[in-house]
């Protein structure tokens, strides 16, 4: 198995299989998604399974489905693929990534989404005999981790997961059994996250106290995911505090009420809590939050609460009101989750002195700046746990910064240093090869396992592989448990001879048990049916034929008396049946004749000797053949052995057979 990169792709023998693909965001780092691409071979790849909707997941998605040489299938569950469509097309909308260097476009989208499939969780699929199904991970709606099952050997892959349930999501469920390989994130590495009752309070109570100093806040997040969890937690609140329902929150995403339709669509994927909540009334109609469509329709009088996308403040809603609200001290920046590198809300997180406004101007940073993380990616503690509980023997850490990841592979290490476990946290690129043993498995099916057979009895029937799995079955069942049939193949062959057909009988009563003489009724041609498999004619003066339904043994013995009958034309004496008033003297000379001949084709050299004896030369080697006798003498015992073994059964073949036996 090899994973390249934030591709994880299996190798077998037979053919590359590529199961889940975490793709990079195609703006600034487009050249390295086109070498990504080419890494992962998308014309071998078999199917692929897709863990979420977040960008770093799905953006190049379109790209691999319409740009490349991919004619596999591809999995993802019912809400991951209503909101990848959602999210997508706003995506190629707002990107800044000029139109020669977009890797697709939004008609791209659209035909994707007819290329994918949906699975449900716990559903089992097979494709090319792989195995695999899904459990909850937890993080964002629609969320999975995919168990994949290649020949017996079981990989589970987590994608983003939590284990920690909120106030919308189940928690990431616990697999049922140990997998063999367990490829798992590493974004939070060795860093634990507070208590989410603290997180809450903090998270509140910095808005509070913005708002009653008549300040404005924003909560840069993105538009599905996070952003609902925390509107939640805000609605909750200033529903408790009659205080603030004159103080406006937004909700300000050209996908708010898009996203806000499939969050209500997909109830009874979220937790109890949820659940419950909508059977009185809807959870996600919120009473004090407003969609907001553009900051031209934005009121900005007094204080407020925005939440707005992009989390990281590249550009869109959030970086618009950044610029306007940055310079004043009586406003807050509430970074509410992970952000990446290079992001101007990271750098704010270390609260520098200036920042570069989208227009190019440098301004003070006065506002105040609070990280507070409500990040749906596992923490050590969970991810220890879960590694835990699960005992898988192989960990490969995967989507994480490097040194975060070197950290908890550190730890793990320590963690389990008990037991046998290998942990592995591979560079992007870089291969990872692990082999396993299989036990192969027959099971009998139909008629074959209507009885039990008893030790030591044979089993006997046909063995059809289907994908990794093998099956016994009998010919007549092959149809109802295949898709495939039997068929009988009537063979016959023509074989020149001019001999006599009596010779070819005696030739193979001397090799098989059963040789029947018998005649055919329409033409009255004489046959030989031998071994009960092969019936063998003599069509005419020349020619004699052979006729045989194919299997593995019928076609073993046609083989050996076509064999037979080409030696008999082409290296042996023809044997002719003599009469019975032939004298015994001309029967005797061609007897001597013929013994002459078979031992030259046997030992080479054969000349008579003095005293009336065969002398044979082999390699050096001298045996004297006594005819009368059939006694030999030699210094070489082998070769003593050979001769007297050849001897005895050319007599018995030489004698003249009568013409009556043919």
């Known amino acids: 198995m090899k994973w390249e990169g934030l591709a994880f792709t299996c190798l077998t023998k037979e053919k590359p299989y590529c199961l889940t693909v975490e793709f990079i965001q195609p703006t600034r780092a487009w050249r390295l998604c086109h070498t990504l691409m080419r890494l992962i071979l998308p014309a071998l790849t078999c199917f692929l399974l897709h863990s979420s909707f977040h960008l770093d997941h799905a953006a190049s998605l379109p790209y691999f489905l319409e740009k490349t040489t991919f004619k596999g299938r591809v999995f993802m569950t019912h809400a991951t693929k209503a909101i990848y469509k959602l999210l997508l097309s706003d995506y190629v909308k707002v990107s800044k990534v000029s139109v020669e260097d977009m890797l697709y476009d939004e008609q791209d989208i659209l035909r994707s989404m007819d290329k994918i499939e949906v699975i449900d969780f716990h559903q089992t699929v097979e494709v090319n005999g792989i195995r695999f199904w899904c459990y909850t991970a937890g993080h964002v709606l629609g969320a999975a981790m995919f168990m994949v099952d290649i020949a017996g050997v079981r990989v589970l892959y987590t994608g983003d997961y939590s284990r920690e349930e909120d106030r919308h999501l189940r928690a990431a469920e616990l697999p049922q059994f140990s997998p063999d390989i367990c490829i798992i994130e590493s974004t939070y590495g060795v860093q634990l996250h507070q208590p989410r009752h603290v997180r809450?309070?903090?998270?509140?109570?910095?808005?509070?106290?913005?708002?009653?100093?008549?300040?404005?806040?924003?909560?840069?997040?993105?538009?599905?995911?996070?952003?609902?969890e925390l509107l939640l937690i805000l609605d909750e609140y200033w529903s408790n505090h009659p205080e603030l329902h004159n103080i406006p929150i937004y909700y300000a995403s050209p996908l708010a009420k898009r996203c806000m339709a499939v969050y209500q669509t997909y109830i009874n994927a979220m937790n109890e809590r949820i659940r419950s909540q909508f059977a009185n009334s809807n959870p996600f109609d919120f009473k004090h939050i407003s969609p907001l469509k553009s900051i031209e329709n934005f009121d900005d009088v007094g204080p407020s609460v925005v939440m707005a996308s992009p989390n990281g403040l590249q550009s869109g809603f959030s970086r618009q009101l950044f610029d306007?609200?940055?310079?004043?001290?009586?406003?807050?920046?509430?970074?509410?989750?992970?952000?990446?590198e290079g992001t101007l809300a990271k750098t704010i997180i270390n609260e520098p002195k200036e920042v570069t406004l989208m227009n190019g101007l440098t301004a003070p940073l006065n506002m105040q700046v609070h990280y507070i993380s409500f990040s749906a990616h596992a923490d050590f503690a969970q991810t220890s746990t879960f590694l835990k509980e699960l005992m898988p023997p192989n960990i490969i850490l995967v989507h994480g910064e490097a040194n975060q990841m070197g950290r908890l592979k550190q730890k793990l290490i320590t963690q389990f240093s008990d037991s046998n476990t290998k942990i592995i946290s591979p560079k992007n690129c870089q291969s990872v090869e692990m082999y396993f043993n299989s036990e192969k498995m027959a099971k009998t099916i139909g008629r074959l396992a209507e009885k039990t057979p008893e030790i030591g009895e044979t089993v006997r029937g046909l063995l059809v592989k289907k994908g990794f799995t093998y099956q016994i079955m009998a010919p007549d069942d092959l149809h109802v448990f295949s898709q495939l049939s039997t068929a009988n193949i009537n063979q016959r062959i023509t074989i020149p001879y001019s001999g006599a057909f009596g010779v070819i009988k005696h030739r193979l009563k001397q090799i098989y048990e059963s040789v029947e003489s018998l005649v055919d009724e329409e033409t009255e041609i004489c046959t030989l049916r031998v071994h009960d498999k092969v019936t063998v004619k003599q069509d005419s003066d020349k020619h004699i034929s052979?006729?045989?339904?194919?299997?593995?043994?019928?076609?073993?013995?046609?083989?050996?008396?076509?064999s037979l009958v080409l030696n008999i034309s082409r290296e042996g004496p023809k044997l002719v049946i003599e009469s019975e008033e032939m004298k015994s003297e001309e029967n005797g000379?061609?007897?001597?004749?013929?013994?002459?001949a078979l031992l030259v084709s046997l030992?080479?050299?054969v000349k008579l000797g003095e005293n009336g004896k065969m002398v044979i030369s082999v390699d050096g080697d001298v045996a004297h053949l006594d005819k009368e006798t059939g006694d030999v003498d030699s210094e070489n015992a082998s070769l003593k052995d050979r001769v007297k073994m050849a001897y005895r059964r050319i007599q018995s073949a030489v004698k003249l057979i009568p013409l009556s036996e043919s």
């Open 200 to 228: 809450e309070k903090r998270f509140t109570d910095v808005i509070h106290n913005t708002i009653s100093q008549g300040g404005r806040i924003l909560i840069p997040a993105f538009a599905l995911g996070r952003a609902q």
């Open 324 to 340: 306007k609200w940055c310079s004043d001290k009586k406003n807050a920046c509430v970074i509410p989750g992970y952000v990446v």
């Open 546 to 562: 052979l006729h045989w339904t194919s299997d593995p043994i019928s076609d073993m013995v046609s083989d050996s008396i076509v």
């Open 589 to 596: 000379k061609k007897v001597e004749k013929v013994i002459h």
């Open 603 to 605: 030992f080479g050299v």
